[in-house]
């Protein structure tokens, strides 16, 4: 099983004064990255490992592309 992202060492070292003087926009992008590092801060689906997903932006989630086309 993988290491939860808040447990890695860029979250154990992120500072909230940081997070908080940047803003909301820069404190979601930079948690995206924390959780998809080797994307760069682009959405995985967890359910089917996939790499293309659109994103909600209304909601600030993210939808898979694949689990939807499959259950249409």
Same mark, same amino acid.
């Given at each position: 099983?993988?290491?939860? #992202?808040?447990?890695?060492?860029?979250?154990? %070292?992120?500072?909230?004064?940081?997070?908080?003087?940047? /803003?909301?926009?820069? $404190? =979601?992008?930079? #948690?995206?990255?924390?959780?998809?590092?080797? %994307?760069?801060?682009?959405?995985?689906?967890?359910?089917? /490992?996939?790499?293309? $997903? =659109?994103?909600?932006?209304?909601?600030?989630?993210?939808?898979?592309?694949?689990?939807?086309?499959?259950?249409?």
């Amino acid at each position: 099983m993988a290491q939860h #992202f808040l447990l890695s060492a860029a979250a154990r %070292t992120l500072s909230l004064r940081k997070i908080y003087t940047e /803003g909301e926009q820069a $404190a =979601y992008e930079t #948690f995206c990255k924390m959780r998809w590092p080797e %994307t760069d801060g682009e959405a995985i689906c967890p359910q089917c /490992g996939c790499y293309e $997903a =659109y994103k909600i932006t209304t909601r600030r989630k993210f939808k898979c592309k694949a689990v939807t086309t499959s259950s249409a």
